[in-house]
Nanobody
Framework: VQLQASGGGLVQAGGSLRLSCVAS????????LGWFRQAPGKEREFVGG????????YYADSVKGRFTISRDNAKDTAYLQMNSLKPEDTAVYFC????WGSGSRYYPSTYTYWGQGTQVTVSS
């Protein structure tokens, strides 16, 4: 499956952005999906994830209550709604698809397919 992330940009602290991840090629609805981010000089970290059918979502403690993940399998699209953004949320954000049965949802190695990333910059 090919993934295309978009929606990043520059926003002031306290603002909101919605990222989209559009899939093509294989059956999107078969895959669990994760959002990750990577800031300069730091490792890629788990932001949140949603199960293949959309029934279950998981979030990193750092974004819980501020970010919401959803998906529309009929549109082969997943979303990351980010509210109350902070400067420390600045990073390149990636969507990734895979099977949580093959490993921990929190680890990048669990995911087989990755989007190209979209830059999110939060100014103070």
């Amino acid at each position: 499956v090919q993934l295309q992330a978009s929606g990043g940009g520059l926003v002031q602290a306290g603002g909101s952005l919605r990222l989209s991840c559009v899939a093509s090629g294989r059956t999107f609805s078969r895959y669990d999906l994760g959002w990750f981010r990577q800031a300069p000089g730091k490792e890629r970290e788990f932001v949140g994830g949603i199960s293949a059918g959309g029934a279950s979502t998981y979030y990193a403690d750092s974004v819980k209550g501020r970010f919401t993940i959803s998906r529309d399998n009929a549109k082969d699209t997943a979303y990351l709604q980010m509210n109350s953004l902070k400067p420390e949320d600045t990073a390149v954000y990636f969507c990734a698809a895979g099977g949580w049965g093959s490993g921990s949802r929190y680890y990048p190695s669990t995911y087989t397919y990755w989007g190209q990333g979209t830059q999110v910059t939060v100014s103070s």
